[in-house]
Nanobody, 128 residues
Framework: QVQLVESGGGLVQAGDSLVLSCAAS????????MGWFRQAPGKEREFVAA????????NYAGSVKDRFTISRDNAKKTVYLQMNSLKPEDTGVYYC?????????????????????WGQGTQVTVSS
């Protein structure tokens, strides 16, 4: 019922910035918590960031805290991930996720299984 489409990935140099966007359709966007995961070559898909339905709560992986910022625009049904000071280890496919808000802490978004909807991903490559 919910479709997520990521965009904004690309090839950048270490230290550069990049902004990813995720456009949602279907459902009622304003009642969904939104998140980002990423998967580097040969590694497990890992949590990056999440934001509550009203932007009141956010959560970040320790590896990206203070460098990445998640935000959302409910009127545009879009969630963003602003990535600053990119490092080669940030390389991977970035996936947008969504979960209908049911009263849980935003921390539940850290679990892959707790995210109901997934986009197809967008590639981010950071060169040294």
């Amino acid at each position: 019922q919910v479709q997520l489409v990521e965009s904004g990935g690309g090839l950048v140099q270490a230290g550069d910035s990049l902004v990813l966007s995720c456009a949602a359709s279907g459902g009622t966007f304003s009642v969904y918590a939104m998140g980002w995961f990423r998967q580097a070559p040969g590694k497990e898909r890992e949590f990056v960031a999440a934001i509550s339905w009203n932007s009141g709560s956010t959560n970040y992986a320790g590896s990206v805290k203070d460098r990445f910022t998640i935000s959302r625009d409910n009127a545009k049904k879009t969630v963003y991930l602003q990535m600053n000071s990119l490092k080669p280890e940030d390389t991977g496919v970035y996936y947008c996720t969504a979960r209908r808000t049911t009263g849980q802490s935003i921390s539940v978004m850290m679990s892959r299984a707790m995210n109901e909807y997934w986009g197809q991903g967008t590639q981010v490559t950071v060169s040294s």
